[in-house]
Antibody, heavy 119, light 110 residues
Framework: QVQLVQSGAEVKKPGASVKVSCKAS????????MHWVRQAPGQGLEWMGI????????QYAQKFQDRVTITRDTSTSTVYMELSSLRSDDTAVYYC????????????WGQGTLVTVSS | QSALTQPPSASGSPGQSVTISCTGT?????????VSWYQQHPGKAPKLMIY???KRPSGVPDRFSGSKSGNTASLTVSGLQAEDEADYHC??????????FGAGTKVTVL
């Protein structure tokens, strides 16, 4: 069955960077896009960006354009999301979510990774 | 890109129906038939319930239905059951801006 397993919770200081991983299994990794979505405490979901199935095309939400980088390693079927210059309002649960190309919906989600930014 | 507008809460008794609205703009909901809805129980990851405005993935009960008119999409849950109590998030494709979510609606089964 499809599984997206994310790395564990992180605690970071303001100004630092965090790199969250999402390991995929149960499907052909290179055939799907992967998105990152975050959810601040008590808030709604917020789309951050996508890496497409070819691995060379990424697109980021304008809000995160200069701070986020999404990469992938096909040898381990893992996608990474790195967020830099962390601020307290980056404290959130970060999710990876899969999309079949050009389907425009997310059919499987990781379990989420809590990133806490605190001095 | 502004978030889609959802009511913060909705409620209904078991067996009743509840409808949640999701209002966007002509840059997202109004242009693209790529509205999807996600159910999220506390502490859990979101789950896809509706895609392409009104289509249900395999395994989602037909009590869940979606529609769209102009810049507003809607999710209706008929025959409410206790397990339907959750947060519901709408999402729309927004072209070159990627995707935009609503703030979520908490559905309470009275």
């Amino acid at each position: 069955q499809v599984q997206l397993v994310q790395s564990g919770a992180e605690v970071k200081k303001p100004g630092a960077s965090v790199k969250v991983s999402c390991k995929a299994s149960g499907y052909i990794f290179t055939s799907y896009y992967m998105h990152w979505v975050r959810q601040a405490p008590g808030q709604g979901l917020e789309w951050m960006g996508i890496i497409k199935s070819g691995g060379t095309i990424t697109q980021y939400a304008q809000k995160f354009q200069d701070r986020v980088t999404i990469t992938r390693d096909t040898s381990t079927s893992t996608v990474y999301m790195e967020l830099s210059s962390l601020r307290s309002d980056d404290t959130a649960v970060y999710y990876c979510a899969r999309e079949f190309p050009e389907s425009y919906y997310f059919d499987s989600w990781g379990q989420g990774t809590l990133v806490t930014v605190s001095s | 890109q502004s978030a889609l507008t959802q009511p913060p809460s909705a409620s209904g008794s078991p067996g009743q129906s509840v409808t949640i609205s999701c209002t966007g703009t002509s840059s997202d909901v109004g242009t693209y038939n790529y509205v999807s809805w996600y159910q999220q129980h506390p502490g859990k990851a979101p789950k896809l319930m509706i895609y392409e405005v009104s289509k249900r993935p395999s395994g989602v009960p037909d009590r869940f239905s979606g529609s769209k008119s102009g810049n507003t999409a809607s999710l209706t849950v008929s025959g409410l059951q206790a397990e339907d109590e959750a947060d519901y998030h709408c999402k729309s494709y927004a072209g070159s801006n990627g995707y935009v979510f609503g703030a979520g609606t908490k559905v309470t089964v009275l």
